[in-house]
């Protein structure tokens, strides 16, 4: 596919994500693939990192069994500078067949060049977007904001207010959540993936009160992330939290729930969501 097609919004693999379209749309079921030595590994609060198989065989299977997008993190890419693994990208790419979002060391416009040549569709940013926001307005201009997504990593303080954390959860910054997510929209973000740290694989359900902050007041579909462990909590992120769509990554990894009965729970409890 040319790279000219990525200026489309009417592209299929966005339809559900794009510039807001996605609200009233069916809400989105993503597992995440979070890769360390090319593996794919699961942490706790972003620490105590265990392996979690082969990042091909999973995404294959996620693929299979009703999955709606997939999302690739280089998690040690930003604070090992160094690249996203392509080849990897690539072979990922070659074997599925929903759209698919790489992140992980990704700061210039050849960057996501290279990779959406390479199989990806959308591409995240976190870190180098919050240290240079003017690549958001750049990254939209030259492929569409329907392909730029702003991941937050945000934990909440003793104040009760939501921070944004950097470099994989390490360097925390003293600007609220809210605050940067309307300013990256602004410039061209077209999706937020917003990451609980207090939540993420606790399995304690995901940050409500962040993801319905973000989700009422930014015109772009918000993904939540961080604290999945039972199929209530994919409805509660739904319902109370009004995201459009939910990620999580060792509930799926290690078959605790499969996606395909994940959705049929939801679309009994008035979720609209694909079904196979």
Same mark, same amino acid.
């Given at each position: ?13 966005? %339809? ?15 597992? /995440? ?22 990042? +091909?065989?999973?995404? &294959?299977?996620?693929?299979? @069994? ?8 280089? %998690? ?9 693994? *392509? ?6 790419? #070659?074997?599925?067949? &929903? ?18 040549? @390479?199989?990806?569709?959308? *591409? ?22 329907? /392909?730029? *997504?702003? #991941? ?11 921070? +944004? ?19 990256? *929209? ?5 999706? &937020? ?57 060792? %509930? ?6 499969? %996606? ?7 679309? +009994? ?8």
């Amino acid at each position: 596919m040319s790279l000219e097609n990525f200026n489309k919004s009417n592209h299929p693999s966005f %339809i559900n994500s794009s510039n807001g379209s996605g609200r009233g749309l069916s809400k989105r079921i993503i597992p /995440c693939l979070d890769i360390k030595d090319g593996r794919t590994v699961k942490g706790i609060n972003f620490e105590s990192i265990r392996d979690a198989g082969d990042p +091909v065989e999973l995404a &294959i299977l996620y693929s299979e @069994n009703g999955a709606d997008e997939l999302v690739f993190l280089d %998690i040690t890419a930003t604070i090992e500078k160094r690249k996203t693994l *392509v080849e990897l990208v690539k072979r990922i790419a #070659a074997n599925i067949n &929903i759209p698919f979002t790489v992140g992980g060391g990704i700061s210039s416009v050849e960057d996501v060049a290279l990779l959406l040549q @390479n199989g990806a569709d959308k *591409v995240s940013v976190n870190t180098a977007a919050f240290k240079n926001p003017s690549l958001l307005k750049q990254l939209s201009n030259e492929f569409g904001s329907q /392909c730029v *997504v702003l #991941a937050i990593d945000s934990k909440k303080e003793a104040d009760s207010e939501w921070y +944004v954390y950097l470099n994989g959860g390490r360097t925390k910054t003293d600007t609220k959540t809210i605050e940067w997510a309307k300013e990256a *929209v602004a410039l061209g973000a077209g999706e &937020i993936l917003l990451t609980s740290m207090n939540n993420d694989g606790t399995k304690n359900g995901f940050a409500l009160d962040i993801t319905a902050e973000l989700s009422s007041s930014l015109p772009v579909p918000v993904i939540a992330s961080g604290g999945a462990g039972s199929m209530e909590h994919f409805k509660d992120v739904f319902d109370i939290g009004k995201a459009d769509a939910a990620l999580a990554a060792s %509930i799926f990894h290690y078959k605790e729930i499969e %996606i395909l009965a994940l959705k049929k729970y939801l679309s +009994v409890n008035n979720i609209r969501v694909r079904l196979k």
